[in-house]
């Protein structure tokens, strides 16, 4: 059971028939109206109780307690299912907890299958990714790996054709490519992008072309443009 942070993560939410329970500072008549026309138990608690979360977090005195759509409990169930098309993103070693909750965000609106991130050298599910990715990451499929090389041989035997993003001298224009129905999307870490031994195991390796001065865009801002391209293909 996951924790969501705020108004708006309450509300995009009502309809999801995950909330398992709402805690509240102010008894907000508009809201308390809305969870009990959806049957959502809720409780008022004192300020006290949200002493515990850091006010970066922005609270705003409401959490609602919401339970995961995931329908896989592992990489290896997922995998043993056929699916005649399918997207899988992996991130490798995303520092940024805002960063990962807006990849997560996006990859829910963008209809990704499943999302897989390493176990070390990588931010993990917090509070604040939690809060960024506003509710998506409970409808995602997120698998937490050792190994990413070794994922992606199990993936690949699986029928998947991986595209990882990188600024390289091999790297080819996003927009030149027929993207499989069965494919991965790999973005990288920050600063350094995505590890050698990842890019080696690539099928494909991509970039978005910069039209201004920058050379660069923001990993999830990045990841967005990415998925768009893949889907609409």
Request: net charge positive; aromatic share 8%.
């Amino acid at each position: 059971m996951q924790k969501l942070f705020g108004k708006k993560a309450l509300l995009d939410n009502l309809d999801s028939n995950n909330i398992v329970e709402v805690k509240l500072i102010n008894q907000d008549k508009n809201i308390i109206s809305k969870l009990n026309s959806k049957n959502i138990k809720y409780s008022i608690v004192d300020k006290s109780f949200f002493k515990e979360f850091e006010k970066e977090l922005n609270h705003q005195g409401i959490i609602t307690y919401i339970k995961s759509n995931s329908k896989y409990s592992s990489l290896e169930e997922f995998l043993s299912v056929e699916h005649k098309k399918s997207l899988i993103l992996i991130v490798d070693s995303i520092e940024d907890p805002y960063n990962f909750g807006a990849i997560l965000r996006t990859s829910d609106a963008m209809g990704v299958d499943a999302v897989i991130y390493k176990k070390d050298n990588q931010v993990q599910i917090n509070d604040y990714v939690i809060k960024s990715s506003m509710g998506a990451i409970n409808n995602i499929n997120l698998f937490k790996v050792t190994n990413l090389a070794t994922c992606l041989e199990k993936i690949k035997a699986s029928g998947y054709w991986v595209y990882s993003s990188a600024l390289s001298t091999n790297s080819v224009s996003y927009n030149s490519l027929d993207y499989d129905d069965k494919t991965v999307l790999v973005v990288g870490n920050e600063n350094k992008g995505i590890s050698k031994i990842v890019l080696d195991n690539s099928d494909f390796i991509v970039n978005i072309p910069m039209h201004g001065k920058v050379q660069s865009l923001n990993v999830s801002v990045a990841t967005g443009i990415l998925l768009s391209r893949i889907k609409n293909k």
